[in-house]
């Protein structure tokens, strides 16, 4: 269960980390753009390190208020909720 867990978590990060890639791409070229509400849809699946680690490294989405503060705070509450659940399932 483990193994599949973080194998999906793994897979939802490239995915976002890929979509801010993609979407930085069609932006520079003038074409059809992947949508904030799909950007963020990822980051809510588990993806926010991937989309946060894709907006940082494409530079892409930073000076909208609510990406820049937006994906951390997902972020951080994905690693609290992590931090929660591996308490929880360890505890005798």
Known sequence: MTTLFTGYLIGINLIGFALMGMDKKRAIRGAWRISEASLFTAALLGGALGCTLGM???HHKTRHWYFRYGMPAIL?????LLMFLGHVLNSP
């Open 56 to 58: 940082r490294f494409f």
């Open 76 to 80: 951080t509450a994905e690693i609290l």
